[in-house]
């Protein structure tokens, strides 16, 4: 159950089409394909959810404009629309929307309830089979009403995908203002569509690489307010801090197991050399992961904890490398030209994502985890530091842009590319798993 909202599904409201659809053949029902090589955006209809006020209306905006950035979905102008929907819990003429094209129509409103929250339902129909699909409804306060506008576009995307959304999320990044020279950076959290900006820190201090916790309400990130560069835990709704460990030397890239459990970093030591070290959280017990002469950073571990990925330049120049998650079985798998950093593993555990600089350009890509596959998603004069959606789709990272960087997302077709608003400069992106 999502926390602030209540979800009720709405099973036989409209009977005979709930009927209808239990005995309707699977494959006639609309459904997007996304192991194909080549998706063809599906065209949908969303109507603006009935309501007494502007609400309706913006919450349908919200899901028109999630699924539209997907690059799945195309969804179709209002004023092509025949039917003028004045109840959504009415069956639609589904020959009005068939002769637009649409095959999936949404259709919903938008009231206030006694107590003062705000109720929302939705309806999804196949316009060709006139058949609804799927329906439900949410009560949530006030400071949620974005929040079921992202539900609502990830329900309507897992059903008519298969896949789960990544709509209600957030991003923590780098919100970086000033001038160049003398650039503020503030620790930042926003949702995914670059909406309810809020800063974490003040700006005094430079902070870097900040990373979620699988627990959601927690990141890991480096700061240098006492001069040195320090990890640091920040419990996103409370504010509380702590301090990870006072570590001789530089710390670099910490990031979190998927249990939540530990925190696996890069050491920098006197002697040049970079290693990588985890962290247990309860007994505050590190134990050392490569013990190279040469840099090992940047480690992202795989979604069940047994491997990690990293890079090093230990053969000459910086390539990416698997060990065990105990560092047994260094392996390099990445024997492209140019130098690789940055890599982070899929939540799907089938991909990792990295940055790569050849030709004085920087690219964005993914290979598979043995190495092979390798695919450019995205090249630019500048860019780095991807990050994963939790359905392991879509990739966001930052690029510079005009004087600082931005955000940008890709998908894994590497044509729907996406900038990412914020009102200053960004970068160091991390996305968040869904939100409970």
């Known amino acids: 159950m999502k926390k602030l909202l209540t979800t009720l599904i709405l099973i036989g409201t409209i009977a005979t089409a709930m009927s209808g659809l239990a005995t309707l053949p699977a494959m006639a029902l609309v459904q997007l394909d996304l192991t194909q090589p080549n998706i063809e955006p599906l065209p949908i209809a969303i109507t603006d959810f009935q309501s007494g006020d502007a609400l309706g209306a913006e919450i349908s905006g919200i899901v028109i404009d999630d699924l539209k950035r997907s690059g799945l979905f195309a969804p179709i102008d209002k004023s092509a629309f025949i039917e003028k929907i004045s109840n959504p819990d009415a069956t639609p003429r589904f020959e009005d ?131 040195q560069p320090r990890v640091y835990l920040l419990q996103i709704e409370t504010g509380q801090r702590e301090l990870v460990g006072n570590f001789p030397g530089m710390t670099f890239a910490p990031r979190f197991s998927p249990d939540g459990q530990k925190v696996i970093m890069s050491l920098l030591r006197d002697d040049g050399n970079s290693n990588i070290f985890a962290m247990d959280l309860r007994s505050r017990s590190t134990t050392r992961l490569t013990n190279s002469t040469a840099i090992d950073t940047s480690p992202s571990y795989s979604p069940d904890g047994s491997k990690v990925v990293f890079t090093s330049d230990r053969g000459g120049r910086a390539q990416i490398y698997v060990m065990g998650a105990d560092g047994s079985g260094q392996t390099r798998i990445s024997f492209g030209d140019g130098v690789y950093s940055t890599p982070v593993w899929s939540p799907r555990g ?56 931005k955000l940008v997302s890709v998908d894994l077709t590497g044509r729907n590319e996406q900038p990412i608003p914020t009102a200053n400069f960004a970068s160091d992106p991390a996305w968040s798993p869904l939100l409970e």
């Open 97 to 227: 929307w068939k002769v637009i094209n649409a095959q999936a129509l949404v259709t919903g409103s938008v009231g206030k309830e006694a107590d003062g929250r705000i109720r929302a339902q939705y309806r999804l129909w196949d316009a060709f089979a006139g058949q609804q699909l799927s329906g439900e409804q949410f009560f949530a306060n006030d400071a949620n009403t974005r929040r079921v506008g992202h539900i609502i576009a990830d329900a309507i995307y897992e059903r008519l995908t298969g896949e789960k959304g990544y709509f209600d999320t957030r991003v923590v990044f780098i919100d970086e203002s000033g001038a160049k020279n003398a650039r503020k950076k503030r620790l930042a959290i926003m949702d995914q569509d670059g909406a309810n900006v809020r800063y974490l820190s003040n700006g005094k201090s430079i902070v870097l690489t900040p990373r979620f916790s699988p627990n959601r309400q927690e990141i890991t990130y480096m700061s240098y307010e006492s001069g």
């Open 350 to 405: 089938d991909l990792i994502a990295f940055t790569k600089q050849t030709g004085g350009e920087f690219q964005i890509g993914v290979m598979r985890t043995d190495g092979s596959g390798e695919r450019i998603l995205s090249t630019g004069f500048q860019q780095e530091g991807p990050t994963w959606a939790p359905n392991g789709r879509v990739l966001m990272f930052f690029r510079d842009s005009n004087g600082g960087p």
